[in-house]
């Protein structure tokens, strides 16, 4: 689950002939995109770690990157264990700490990270993985299979949240993110409900989802007759990377804290963390071991996090010359585009209000709908955004594949307006409210007191209080709904930390009934957003929404291996989710940012992340 916390500032599924290719084989192998990761980088189009014609490099190779957070402290909230991340921000460190088996390239194509080349066996369900040599941890242990085993196992273990959390994360917010992007490897189910205490084996064991075959080659079995169409899109997420056991198990950083001490060792990406700074500042230096395995040399030397409490102050902070990049409010979008250096790209980000489908009063289907089709989704971009995004009524979003043209907006509208339809949005509170007594009637329906009377009962809505501009999106939609509706919503602002906790509960023990957050895309998948999203029990669907028939759908879609049939079966799943609206999805965020015109090669993915790999791209020139 990867969230935005700031204003949000692929190798694309193969074809249904190229997934037949090569299938009477017992094996085949998977050849991976290499211009971004080997050393063949300088023969690569556009190849990484050069200088270009942008002219002669600073003495001074340090780029300052803010990170803001609202306790104005680097804390146990902003996550440095791969294995538990949630918020873009902190994937954003862990991407330039740790490495994975595969990871993304600049044209969001999956490429190999460690592994070297990978081969996947005639049924789809067996992926060997064949490691690079010379890896090691940034203390100089080497890293083998059996270490990718560890890391993947532990990420799946029932006990890493509760154990952790007790000293590790604030506020109790461990999101336990093994199960969502692991747990189709054999055995997962049985390690994550602690039927069984490992899923590593040694030599070919077919009684194993991870076998260490060799120091250098590491098998993962799928569940049988599951061959999932996005398994190596998942394996980016941070689930999947590698981390040193000596130092996670170390009894002295027993309770998780093997987290701040990540300056002696324990990382593998291309950044090594020199320095905690007190809390206030992360310092990042090369790591020499990173360089050495994969042939190439950062040109930075240091990048510099300072933390700031909120992204106002650290754009002001970097208009006053105290930073190399700056997020950018949304209040301030207008002035930031026609400044010489601003920054922007498309993103695969989806910004939406989440209703609580167990908590009154938007366990009635036609109250949720009302709030969707009272909600004009185009004046919030233009008005209170500042054309800072795209509106949209859209789940999946524009720029991923099973990107839906056909979608609607829930009944009874029908259409594909993005202004709202005032007139149906009463016309189901009415109906709503029909179906309620008198006021004060004793025993009348929770969700009465919300939607009936002349003083219902307030709504909150939650809002990240860091981030003014979310907070002015969900006052202004509160007034829309108020308006049209003649409820009472009240905007609730809480630390983002609150907010992703609250999130990350059971809908049935959360106490927001609503709240506006954001979900930037894990890997180009529909299940991504779907699957991930809307199953019933599945550890994003903080709605509590639940539709047996659309389960049905959403887990076949899954597995099914021809792609076009594959995305009709998404799009399918997708309007029914609209229609029965647990998200009101209201804007595709662009991605913008401010930074020095000195710094060149810094830039994001459509993921909203800066990929470990693309540090190589990065200098700061003379000036």
């Known amino acids: ?46 190849g990484l770690g050069g200088q270009g014609s942008a002219g002669a490099l600073a003495a001074t190779q340090t780029f300052t990157w803010p990170y803001n957070t609202s306790t104005g402290v680097f804390g146990h909230n902003e996550v440095l264990d791969p294995s538990v991340v949630s918020t873009v921000y902190d994937a954003n460190d862990i991407s330039m700490l740790y490495m994975g088996l595969v990871t993304f390239d600049s044209s969001d194509r999956v490429v190999g990270d460690a592994a070297a080349h990978i081969d996947v066996d005639s049924t789809g369900t067996i992926y060997t993985f064949h490691l690079r040599p010379n890896l090691a941890f940034s203390d100089g242990s080497p890293i083998t299979a059996a270490d990718f085993a560890y890391s993947l196992d532990r990420s799946l273990d029932p006990n890493l949240c509760p154990v952790n959390s007790a000293k590790t994360y604030y506020p109790d917010n461990c999101y336990w993110a093994g199960p969502t992007y692991l747990g189709a490897i054999y055995g997962a189910q ?31 079995r799928l569940q049988p007759k599951q061959p ?38 324990g990382t593998s990406g291309p950044f090594k963390l020199a320095s905690y700074g007190g809390g206030t500042k992360l310092t990042f230096e090369p790591n020499p071991y990173w360089e050495k395995a994969f042939g190439q040399k950062l040109t930075l030397t240091q990048v510099i996090r300072p933390v700031v409490p909120t992204v106002n102050q650290e754009y002001n902070d970097y208009r006053a010359g105290a930073y190399d990049y700056t997020d950018v409010p949304s209040d301030q979008y207008t002035f930031a585009r026609g400044q010489s250096d601003f920054h922007s790209t498309s993103a695969l980000f989806i910004e939406y209000f989440g209703l609580n489908t167990l908590s009154p009063p938007f366990n009635i289907t036609a109250v949720r709908q009302a709030f969707d089709l009272a909600l004009n989704k185009q004046f ?71 939607i009936s009377g002349s ?27 108020n308006t049209t509706l003649g409820v009472n919503v009240v905007v609730k602002p809480v630390p983002f930390t609150t907010e992703v906790g609250y999130i990350i509960t059971p809908a049935a023990q959360d106490p927001m009934p609503m709240w506006e957050i954001g979900w930037a895309a894990d890997y180009p998948d529909p299940q991504d957003w779907l699957s991930l999203q809307f199953i019933t029990g599945a550890a994003n669907n903080s709605m509590g929404f639940s539709d047996p028939k659309l389960d049905a759908q959403m887990k076949a879609a899954d597995l099914e291996q021809d792609q076009v049939k594959r995305m009709q079966m998404y799009n399918q799943v997708e309007q029914a989710i609209v229609n029965a609206s647990p998200w009101i999805p209201f804007e595709q965020s662009k991605q913008y940012w401010r930074q020095r015109t000195y710094v060149h090669g810094f830039g994001y993915n459509s993921f909203g992340i800066m990929e470990g790999h693309n540090w190589l791209n990065v200098y700061i020139a003379q000036h």
């Not at 996005?230 to 997420?237: D, K, P, R, S, V």
């Not at 008005?383 to 979608?407: C, E, K, R, W, Y």
């Open 380 to 450: 919030l971009v233009d008005s209170v955004d500042n054309g800072g995004a795209i509106p949209t009524n859209h789940i999946v979003p524009q720029g991923m594949p099973g990107f839906d043209v056909n979608l609607t907006n829930p009944p009874p509208d029908g259409t594909q307006s993005l202004t709202g339809n005032e007139q149906a949005a009463r016309a189901l509170m009415k109906q709503a409210q029909a179906k309620c007594p008198p006021p004060d009637t004793f025993g009348a329906p929770a969700e009465c007191a919300y």
């Open 1 to 46: 689950m990867r969230r935005i916390e700031a204003p949000f500032r692929g190798d694309r599924e193969p074809t249904t002939q190229q997934r037949r290719q090569g299938r009477s084989a017992a094996t085949r192998t998977l050849t991976l995109v290499v211009c971004a990761l080997s050393l063949l980088l300088a023969a690569c189009s556009g």
């Open 190 to 220: 049985d390690r994550i409900s602690g039927a069984i205490s490992s899923m590593i084996g040694s030599g070919d064991d077919p009684t194993k989802g991870l076998d260490v075959l060799d120091a250098q080659t590491l098998r993962i």
């Open 455 to 481: 003083s219902p009962t307030q709504i909150d809505i939650y809002a990240p209080e860091e981030d003014s501009g979310r907070i002015a999106l969900a006052k202004a939609a509160a007034t829309m709904w």
């Open 228 to 265: 999932i169409a996005y398994f190596l899109n998942a394996l980016t997420y941070s689930t999947a990377d590698v981390v040193e056991k000596s130092v996670v198990t170390n009894p002295q950083y027993a309770g998780g804290l093997w987290v701040d001490h990540l300056d002696k060792g």
